[in-house]
Structure formats: structure tokens, C-alpha cells
């Protein structure tokens, strides 16, 4: 079937769901691989400053729907329930020929389950599968059933899908298809700083790994430390720091971010997606996370996988120094940060499986939001050929 048929018969309307940083960045490769196919479509929804600088206009402020946490939610409900409601009489509105929501999977699936009337005439696809495999298996189903095409970033994912959708593919991990940047040589005296994507996760992370920094500097002279963020979190890095009377760099902006980065002797970072990009650049790192007292109890509970960051759990093995909840203490930062400086083959170990890393995140050395794109406008035709059937199709 002609791959093109997608956009031959009118101007399509795609709708696109990217509620946090790491999203935006998909959201913006997605439409950026829909650029290329020139021809007629048009992009609505929610995303950030990436997307944006492709003219994307967001209909609210991504910074709304960045919230994860049992309590900060609790905190934020009614704010959510009216944007949920919003977007769902937007699109409504807007009548999509096609959906596209990227990870936030509670916010998401609340938002599908609204529309599932519009199926006939839309087609749903989520980016970025949720993580059953760690807790909530129950959400296999809960997206199986309500979405037309899921697509994962990993190749262990498809399989717990594949009972409620057989239109669940892997299409690898964007991070990994990004422009490379000539490393420049290593600063033996260089150490970046991830302190999360949030505002909460800000709060909870920042201010202990600033104490290891207190006591690194204690005993070792001449380090540099630079935090590296987002532009919205700037100015609540800059009142931690000065509320702690700590002079320490804020680099936001992205080539800086990433030249830094690279040149980095290791990084301290909050557990998420800012992991692969550290990997990528063959960057040790040491991996932390904490959250308010009831959200830590909750996770501890229900996650059943031993490993917190997603490169461990796809080696099976502890490549990566991880300290979470109540084990996120700054000595113990300090310790692992210590155990870096003083013992090069820590540093030797964590590059060399870093190298491998890439092997398992990729599909056929494909740019994956062109696979992505590829597989959406496949599944489209044959949806639309057998709406057609049906005469269902408007």
C-alpha cells in the first residue's frame, strides 16, 4: 500500500501530547521526521520550547502538566481535571485525523478513555510505552485496549503488549540518533550536575546533592561544578543556591548544556531520561532520586524491579551507582563520587558498557521518529481502508 495515501486526499490534522521536557524533545523529532515527507498536514496540541521553534503553538503551558508525585498531584487536581477537560472539548473541537500522546501515561490515558467515541474517525497512538514492567501491569491492557498503535523505546517492552494490541513496536530510543558533537577532551576537573526536570523534583534532589558537593569540596581542591537544566527551572535552581549560600554555574541553554556535558569527568543526576543522554556522551555518572515522604513509600511498595535506571535494567547488572529515598543521603554521594576520582577503572567500566549501549537501543541503525512516522501512516491505511469498508470513515 502506498505509504503516501495518508496525505494525498485533504490537509490532515495531527494532534500531539508532549507534557514534559523529555516529550517536548520527541514531539519535536516526530514532527520534525513529519517535515520531511512535504506534504499537507497540520499540528496542534501541547509541547515545549522545541517543538515550538518548529511553529508549533502549544495550547497550554507545559510546566501545568509536569507534575509527577502522589502529593503534588493531590496538590494540582483540580487544575489538571480542567485542563483535561479543556483539551478534550479542543479536540473535540479540532476533530483530528490523528492523535499522538507522548509518555505522561496517567494524564494521557485519562484523556483517551474521554475519547474513545472518536475512534472511528481518528486514529490514537501513544509514544513511549509506560513502565509495567517496573509497576502498574494492569496499564498493558489499560493501553492495549484503547489505543489504535503503541510504540516503545525498548525491545523488552512489545511483549507485555502484544495480548491487548498486536500494533506495538519497538522503534528504538530517539537520544541516540541525535547530531553528534566532537567531544572535546575530558576535563579531569569538570562535574555536571542533573538535578531534574520538575519543579518538586528540584526540591527534594538539589538540596542534598548540594551537600555532597559541600563535602567533596572539603576534601578535594579545584573542581569545577556546573549545574545543567532547563530554562524554566532556572530561577527556582537560583533560589536553592542562594538560599543555601552556594555559588555554583546554571547553564541552560543546549549547545552549552551539551558541550559541557561532554567534556564532563562525571555527572550526578536525577533518575528519568537525562540518563541515556550522560550515557551517550560516555559520561560516568552516578544516578539519584528522592520525592516527599508518602510518594517514596508508595514507589518503594509497588516497584518490583530491582533497579531504578533504565540502563541497569537493561544490562541486569549495577553498571551505574544508584542512591534512592531513604539510601539518597550526601555521604553517600560523596562516597560514590569519591570512589570515581580515586578509582579509574570505575570510570573504565561504566564508559565501555556505555559503548554497547547504543546496540541495544536502536532498530536497523534507523532514525526511530522515522520509524515511528512510517509505522503511524501504515496502521492509518490500513485503518482507514477498513473504515472505508464499513462506511464509516467521514
Not at 478513555?113 to 501491569?137: G, S
Amino acid at each position: 500500500m502506498n505509504l503516501r495515501y495518508l496525505f494525498m486526499e485533504s490537509k490532515m490534522k495531527v494532534f500531539i501530547i508532549a507534557a514534559e521536557p523529555s516529550a517536548d524533545l520527541i514531539g519535536y523529532e516526530i514532527i520534525s521526521s513529519f517535515n520531511k515527507l512535504k506534504n499537507k498536514y497540520e499540528f496542534h496540541g501541547i509541547g515545549g520550547d522545541k517543538m515550538a521553534s518548529l511553529g508549533f503553538e502549544s495550547l497550554i503551558d507545559i510546566k501545568l502538566l509536569s507534575v509527577n508525585g502522589i502529593v503534588e498531584v493531590l496538590m494540582q487536581i483540580l487544575s489538571l481535571i480542567n485542563i483535561l477537560k479543556k483539551v478534550e472539548r479542543y479536540i473535540r473541537q479540532l476533530k483530528p485525523n490523528i492523535i499522538i500522546t507522548i509518555d505522561a501515561p496517567s494524564f494521557n490515558y485519562r484523556l483517551i478513555k474521554r475519547l474513545q467515541d472518536l475512534r472511528n474517525n481518528c486514529m490514537l497512538v501513544h509514544f513511549v510505552a509506560p513502565t509495567v514492567w517496573a509497576w502498574k501491569e494492569k496499564r498493558a491492557r489499560q493501553f492495549g485496549k484503547k489505543y489504535d498503535l503503541l510504540l516503545t523505546l525498548f525491545k523488552f517492552e512489545p511483549k507485555f503488549f502484544h495480548p491487548f494490541n498486536k500494533n506495538t513496536f519497538c522503534i528504538g530510543h530517539p537520544i541516540f540518533f541525535k547530531k553528534e558533537i566532537i567531544k572535546n577532551k575530558q576535563n579531569e576537573k569538570l562535574i555536571t550536575i542533573f538535578p531534574g526536570s520538575r519543579k518538586n523534583e528540584i526540591k527534594y534532589i538539589l538540596p542534598k546533592i548540594l551537600k555532597s558537593v559541600y563535602l567533596f569540596k572539603k576534601k578535594y581542591s579545584g573542581y569545577e561544578f556546573i549545574i545543567l537544566s532547563i530554562p524554566s527551572l532556572r530561577n527556582d535552581i537560583e533560589k536553592i543556591l542562594k538560599s543555601k549560600k552556594c555559588l555554583i554555574k546554571v547553564v541552560c541553554e543546549i549547545e552549552r548544556k551539551n558541550l559541557l556535558l561532554y567534556k564532563s569527568l562525571f555527572s550526578v543526576a536525577a533518575s528519568g531520561t537525562v540518563v541515556l543522554e550522560i550515557a551517550k556522551a560516555n559520561v560516568p555518572m552516578i544516578v539519584v532520586y528522592d520525592s516527599n515522604f508518602i510518594t517514596s513509600l508508595f514507589v518503594k511498595k509497588m516497584v518490583k524491579v530491582k533497579w531504578a535506571n533504565i540502563i541497569n535494567i537493561i544490562f541486569d547488572a549495577h553498571v551505574v551507582p544508584e542512591l534512592l529515598f531513604d539510601k539518597f543521603t550526601p555521604k553517600l554521594v560523596f562516597d560514590e563520587m569519591q570512589n570515581l576520582v580515586e578509582n579509574k577503572n570505575e570510570i573504565d567500566k561504566q564508559i565501555l558498557i556505555f559503548k554497547k549501549l547504543k546496540k541495544e537501543l536502536t532498530i536497523r541503525e534507523v532514525a526511530p521518529t522515522k520509524i515511528a512516522v512510517r509505522k503511524i501512516i501504515q496502521i492509518y491505511n490500513k485503518l482507514d481502508f477498513a473504515r472505508k469498508k464499513r462506511g464509516t470513515l467521514c
